[in-house]
């Protein structure tokens, strides 16, 4: 964490020194400056108005820190100050500009954390005075027995989560009354460790005055990609019955074309290097056995996350996708699970 930074959260003081500290910084990250609108024309203007939010949502910040991610504020101070900051500052000014509830896409795969990002986002939006509703891809889950037809239907749907799991309807329904500021809105949420783990719908949220919704998932915003593309896919997609599923899931993402239409932007969380998402599920298994709690192994981990891997590969659907005018944000994740670029593909 910078010196300069770091003062801030020792003293609480943001003078002038320090403005010109953060300033130059701000300028110095081209691609960072050119995707939050950071001009030197503006920058004095832009640090300003974030110092001041800082300071004012330090507080709840550091408690966050402490009592969810169990980690010290400082751990997580720079993040906060080059992202997240100045992300919640650029969703509350698009906000204002549409005049009607904002619904952001997240795009994030395991391990990337986009649960993380939009709890603090969440928490900084409340101190604009903003009301943010989380919600998840996996809320959006068909029921237990619905899944249990879809599987005799598809007996390849084995896990949730891939195109074809979800109900759709619902998903449009619910972002479609709050885009039309309907109170108040039911909002569906999901029980992962019902029926043993099959997961199942449990006690919907009900929400009023919803201004910004944070639409998560892991293949948020994907599109299907050419069938072509599958004729030399990388692996795991390597088989004949590989490659059948691939082109089928590809075809189930046309369903899900009306709900990324209802998104009025598009953040992709990319892990430089895909393959990283299953080192980092092993990790989060083995702290999960560790802490006494049910996890896999890591033959069922690889299974696992190469069942996914075949149903929308990285390399065929998300790494084209972080060139496309569709991406408004591109945030990459290192393997250390720290952030690296940060860029904008919107003109």
């Not at 959260?9 to 943001?14: E, F, K, N, P």
């Not at 006494?292 to 069942?307: A, H, L, Q, S």
Request: hydrophobic share 40%; proline share 6%.
């Amino acid at each position: 964490m910078n010196s300069w930074l770091s003062k801030i959260l020792t003293t609480g003081v943001v003078d002038e020194a320090w403005q010109q500290k953060a300033q130059a910084a701000a300028l110095a990250d081209t691609f960072r400056s050119q995707a939050f609108g950071i001009t030197p024309e503006n920058v004095a203007e832009v640090i300003q108005a974030r110092s001041h939010l800082l300071t004012s949502v330090l507080p709840t910040f550091s408690q966050f820190c402490q009592t969810t991610l169990l980690v010290q504020p400082q751990a997580m101070l720079q993040v906060l100050w080059d992202v997240w900051l100045p992300l919640a500052m650029k969703l509350a000014s698009r906000r204002q500009q549409l005049g009607s509830p904002l619904i952001q896409g997240i795009l994030g795969g395991q391990g990337t954390g986009k649960t993380t990002m939009c709890q603090v986002l969440t928490l900084i939006l409340q101190e604009l005075g903003y009301r943010t509703l989380n919600l998840s891809l996996d809320d959006l889950y068909k029921t237990y027995s619905d899944r249990l037809a879809l599987i005799q239907q598809d007996p390849r749907l084995i896990w949730r989560g891939p195109p074809g799991t979800h109900d759709i309807d619902l998903a449009l329904n619910v972002l479609d009354q709050i885009r039309h500021s309907q109170n108040p809105v039911t909002v569906p949420r999901f029980d992962k460790s019902a029926y043993k783990g099959a997961g199942d719908r449990t006690t919907p949220e009900i929400v009023t005055g919803v201004d910004i919704v944070l639409f998560e998932g892991w293949f948020v915003g994907v599109r299907p990609i050419k069938p072509e593309a599958f004729d030399s896919a990388p692996p795991p997609i390597l088989t004949d019955e590989d490659r059948q599923f691939a082109r089928d899931m590809n075809e189930q993402l046309r369903n899900y074309l009306p709900l990324w239409e209802r998104l009025d932007s598009l953040i992709v969380l990319y892990p430089i290097d895909y393959r990283c998402s299953l080192a980092w599920r092993k990790q989060a298994e083995r702290q999960m056995i560790a802490a006494g709690k049910p996890g896999m192994n890591d033959t069922r981990i690889e299974e696992f996350v190469n069942y996914f891997w075949r149903s929308l590969h990285p390399e065929l659907f998300i790494k084209p996708l972080v060139k496309s005018a569709k991406v408004d944000l591109v945030v990459e994740i290192n393997p250390d699970h720290t952030l690296g670029a940060v860029y904008s593909n919107s003109k």
